[in-house]
């Protein structure tokens, strides 16, 4: 089986995402797709599943029964949707369903045979029961009848998780298939990964997982929008990039060098040529034009070498002055209930300037008690006190302080108080330039929508 692409060309408007992007995958394929927010990851991968169509180019697939299946970054749980309901559609069993029922009334038994082997070989004819087992294994203790948006954040991780594990495409895409899982989720991923018979294209910024699952790594250039593909890990990759880099700044180095040496000379020719007045200099300037002559083709001939481009790196400063004698937040045998779900009693103490990470397996209530943290959680006893000059933010998994169709600098100098010029002049220092903060917050990136959510907190000083 092989999907590829050649000579891809995808541009939203005025902005060029991808330019002649030739990729191609096949049975066993182990590949990473990496670079930076935004810079059409999530792109390619809808392009490789048919989701999207290119501009110009193309996209191949054989051979033509071969099942691609796109496993997006965000759960995109929909209203009164099942769990099972979302596991037959992340599957794809749900519209090879809907082929076998269209094709019952055509009487054309060719076309119900290849749909009802569609639907077979994705798994239809036993996924209830192998969704029961899966999710029992995975911990999550729900009906299959229950509404997804109903669920909770750990919940819908180990969902998301249960599709990918009941999934049985030929070739399967994964974006950021590691955002939100526990350890025990991420070992059940990776051995899944590595027994997986099909070829597998992954979106990850988690370099662990890379190195233990990829063979090959596809880079996206954000200032060329082309695809260069590296052999091996992450490791390999990161290795063997740096290495190139420092050879193409030592080549662009030397040619700047060269070209500043003859440009020297050649202006000291012409100096000289205008310097000159008696009649020796008169007689030696057909000789000084040839040598001027010299120097240019000299000019011309040094090749031109790219400078290779600066990664941008963020560089977020939150507030860090001490407050003496003041503690950031205190739980004191606090309880917390969210549903039949109840935490606590919890005794907790934040001081100024301690960094605390929460960890648990997935619906052990880390989300819970950041609620309880930030005071969205009513307490059903205990107590919560916050420092008199604390300032609280936060950054919730779903981002969706910027979701919907407001531009993103409306919403952003909406919660911040600032100005447009200085919410312009912020959110450069994160990466988002006029053709990010113009745009819908529901176009963006989920890491463009985290970049906005760092600003967000820096300018208010938390």
Not at 70 to 87: A, I, S
Request: hydrophobic share 40%.
């Amino acid at each position: 089986m092989r999907v590829s692409l050649g000579g891809v060309v995808k541009a939203y408007g005025a902005n060029t995402v991808l330019d002649r992007v030739d990729l191609a995958l096949g049975a066993r394929t182990r590949l990473g797709l990496v670079g930076r927010n935004g810079v059409g990851k999530s792109t390619l991968l809808r392009l490789l599943a048919g989701v999207e169509l290119p501009d110009q180019g193309r996209v191949e697939r054989t051979p033509a029964t071969l099942t691609v299946g796109y496993l997006p970054q965000e759960h995109d749980r929909r209203p009164e949707e099942t769990l099972l309901g979302y596991l037959a559609r992340r599957t794809g069993v749900d519209d090879a369903q809907a082929a076998v029922e269209r094709h019952t009334t055509t009487w054309d038994a060719e076309a119900y045979g290849a749909a009802l082997e569609r639907f077979l070989a994705l798994g239809g004819g036993d996924l209830e029961h192998r969704a029961r087992t899966v999710c029992a294994e995975l911990g999550l203790d729900v009906s299959l009848e229950q509404e997804t948006a109903t669920l909770s954040g750990g919940e819908a991780a180990r969902a998301g998780l249960a599709a990918i594990l009941l999934s049985r495409f030929d070739l399967l895409l994964l974006d950021e298939p590691t955002n939100d899982l526990d350890f025990d989720g991420l070992e059940r991923l990776e051995r899944f990964v590595a027994g997986f018979d099909g070829g597998l294209a992954v979106v990850s910024h988690d370099r662990a997982f890379l190195d233990r699952t990829i063979e090959r790594i596809a880079e996206i250039d954000p200032w060329t929008h082309r695809v260069s593909e590296w052999a091996g890990t992450w490791s390999d990759y990161e290795a063997a990039r740096d290495l190139a880099r420092a050879r193409q700044y030592e080549a662009f180095a030397d040619t700047e060098e060269r070209r500043s040496e003859v440009e020297a000379l050649l202006a000291a020719r012409r100096n000289q040529a205008r310097a000159g007045g008696g009649m020796a200099e008169r007689r030696g300037t057909k000789a000084l034009a040839g040598k001027v002559r010299q120097a240019r083709r000299s000019l011309e001939r040094i090749e031109h070498v790219e400078k290779p481009y600066e990664p941008w790196q963020l560089r977020l400063s939150l507030n860090a002055r001490q407050r003496p004698g003041d503690r950031v937040a205190v739980l004191e045998a606090a309880v917390g209930v969210r549903g039949d779900f109840r935490l606590g009693p919890i005794d907790l103490e934040l001081a100024p300037g301690e960094r605390v990470a929460i960890t648990g397996r997935n619906g052990s209530g880390k989300s819970t008690l950041l609620a309880i943290l930030l005071g969205e959680l009513p307490l059903t006893a205990g107590r919560r006190v916050v420092g008199r000059s604390t300032v609280i933010g936060s950054l919730d998994q779903r981002r969706q302080a910027y979701d919907g169709s407001t531009r993103a600098l409306v919403r952003f100098v909406e919660r911040t108080g600032l100005t447009a010029l200085d919410a312009r002049t912020l959110l450069a220092k994160f990466n988002l330039g006029a053709d990010h903060v113009e745009r819908a917050c529901e176009t963006l990136s989920p890491g463009e929508r985290t970049r906005l959510h760092l600003a967000e907190l820096m300018a208010r000083g938390v």
